[in-house]
């Protein structure tokens, strides 16, 4: 005769065995993996009933692949992001850069996007799920990393443009990526230093070789040559950088 349990009986007997001394390190994993599973969906299916009033099998469908998204993109990430530091380059400059080329709007922007509960008629209208945003950018992240042989903006931009025909996303019309400098706060070079680059770029050296010389990142010579044509109007060095 089968005996059925409450649910709650249950997780306590989940905690009791990865406690127990007899039960080997690999069950124990995999329950500790339950728990976290079963942990996760019991508090985000509570957020769909608070926001949407029930929990039903869409619902439910669309939080597994999401979950399943956000477990498979941790892992891929560790490979780019080695890539990122390996290159002395900064991953919040390539993650927004990534961002505005798939969504058309910084990270942060997104992020609030998918907080919003009510937003306005147009978020509505061309919202894309975080589920399918986080698998599109984790895809970005593998094929940066495949494409990668010696320009890793030419990595992004390959990779991106895969993306955007491979998860159907809709057309950015406008990428203003004056947004990603505005929004990088790093200041390592000097007014001297700046000054200096502008004479190298005019000179006809490379953002890249620059980079080297002063020994940060290309994301952190762009960004100082941006700022420095909008305070001098229409000049801007980054015409002449390559």
């Not at 892992?75 to 990534?98: C, D, G, H, Q, W």
Request: glycine share 4%; net charge neutral; hydrophobic share 40%.
């Amino acid at each position: 005769m089968e005996k059925v349990i409450e649910i709650s009986d249950f997780i306590d007997l989940c905690f009791t065995a990865i406690c127990e001394e007899e039960i080997n390190r690999s069950t124990k994993r995999e329950i500790k993996k339950f728990l976290q599973w079963f942990t996760v969906t019991g508090f985000y299916a509570q957020v769909f009933v608070y926001i949407k009033g029930s929990f039903n099998k869409a619902d439910n469908e669309q939080l597994q692949q999401w979950l399943a998204s956000r477990i498979a993109n941790k892992e891929n990430r560790k490979s780019y992001a080695s890539l990122i530091v390996e290159l002395r380059e900064n991953p919040a400059f390539y993650s927004n850069l990534t961002y505005l080329n798939l969504f058309g709007k910084l990270a942060s922007q997104m992020r609030k996007e998918w907080k919003t509960v009510a937003g306005e008629e147009a978020i509505a209208r061309n919202h894309i799920p975080e589920a399918i945003a986080l698998e599109a950018i984790g895809f970005v992240e593998r094929t940066v990393v495949e494409l990668y042989t010696g320009d890793l903006r030419e990595a992004h931009i390959l990779a991106m443009e895969v993306a955007r025909k491979k998860f159907k996303l809709p057309p950015v019309r406008i990428i203003d990526e004056s947004l990603i400098y505005q929004d990088y706060p790093t200041l390592k070079l000097s007014k001297k230093d700046v000054n200096n680059i502008i004479e190298l770029i005019e000179g006809g050296f490379s953002v890249k070789e620059i980079a080297e010389a002063y020994e940060v990142t290309e994301s952190t010579v762009r960004y100082h040559l941006q700022r420095r044509s909008q305070k001098i109007g229409e000049y801007n060095p980054l015409d002449k950088a390559s």
